[in-house]
Structures are given as C-alpha cells and as structure tokens.
C-alpha cells in the first residue's frame, strides 16, 4: 500500500513501544492507527454532551449515522476490541435504571456470590500470571467490580455498606490471585537454577 502517496500533510510513523505504524494529519494535528490511504471516514461532528465522535472505517452502502460510534468519556459505555472494531455495551448496561433497596441488595449479593464462584478457582490457582487462567480470573473479578459500580446507593447506608463490603472482598481475591501468581513464578524460576 507504500505505493500510492499519503493525502497532502499527513506523515507515516513508527510506535516506539509496538513497532506499529502511525499516521500523523498535520492540518488537524491529530494521529491515527490506520492508513489514511484505505480510509474512507465518516466526518463527526464536535460533541458538547461529554462523548467523543470517533470516525470508523465504513463498507459501502452503510449510511452515515450506520456507521458513526460513540464512544462516551465515561467508564465502560464501550469497548474497544483489538481489530479496532466498536463493540456496544447495551444500554441497559449505560444507563442503569434506578433500583430499590431491596433490588439493589439482592444484585449486591448475586454479584458477591459470582464472586465467591471465582475465589474457588483462585484458591487453587497453581499458574503465573502470564497465564490465560489468571487473565479470566482477574477479568472476572473485575467486571464484578464494574457490575458493583452501576448499582446507585441513593443514599442507601445499607446499599453503601453492603456494596463497600463486596468491594473488598473482591479486592481481597484480587490480592491473592497475584500473590499465588508471583509465589508461582518464583517457584518455577528457583526450581530453573
């Protein structure tokens, strides 16, 4: 694809930390991952509600707003896959809708009891963390954490309490996965020497 010019400003360059090729548009003073050459972008329009327009890459026939994702500077709205590829979060997932104290008990509790489910397998981790065991894990238990963050205390002392309580818990098993990694990994680096 090096044989066709890049568009009038732009510059390729190399990633210091990957290795991976970058384009820089100096006329908007913005740098992309991929090749301005293959694009064919849908323009956004600058945003005030606090998302961001991101421009994708779009097949032909899709019309404009098929083919806009926004992606909300709040946590989670979105993910990222690694092809580059917007993957939507459902909405139910954005904007939780408010619960009762009873409701928002019992997903504190279904959530904590998940999180019991994995501190099982964690009790009998025997991997280091490089491992695809320790990634599900620690994945895990991380969207229990997320899980936790949508439920609204509404000034609920019991809903804060109960939910700060699953919190550490969670953190806790969090700790120990990584202690049995690092004990995992100094085992198998003294048993090379």
Not at 96 to 118: H, R, Y
Not at 157 to 162: A, S
């Amino acid at each position: 694809m090096d044989e066709k010019p890049l568009p009038p400003n732009w510059e390729k360059r190399i990633d210091a930390r990957t290795g991976w090729p970058y384009f820089v548009d100096h006329s908007n003073q913005q740098t992309q991952w991929e090749d301005p050459r293959l694009q064919k972008a849908v323009t956004t329009q600058d945003s005030t509600d606090g998302n961001i327009n991101i421009p994708i890459n779009v097949q032909e026939g899709l019309k404009s707003n098929q083919a806009r994702a926004t992606i909300s500077s709040q946590c989670d709205n979105s993910n990222l896959s690694m092809n580059g590829s917007i993957q939507q979060t459902p909405n139910a997932l954005k904007n939780p809708p408010k619960q009762g104290v009873s409701s928002a008990l019992n997903t504190i509790s279904s959530i904590k009891e998940d999180a019991e489910s994995f501190h099982a397998q964690i009790e009998s981790f025997t991997t280091v963390k490089a491992s695809q065991e320790y990634k599900y894990l620690e994945e895990m238990m991380e969207r229990n954490l997320c899980k936790l963050d949508t439920i609204d205390a509404a000034g609920d002392e019991k809903i804060r309490t109960e939910r700060r309580e699953v919190v550490r818990y969670i953190q806790q098993c969090l700790d120990q996965l990584e202690l049995k990694a690092f004990a995992n990994e100094t085992n198998v680096t003294s048993k090379d020497s």
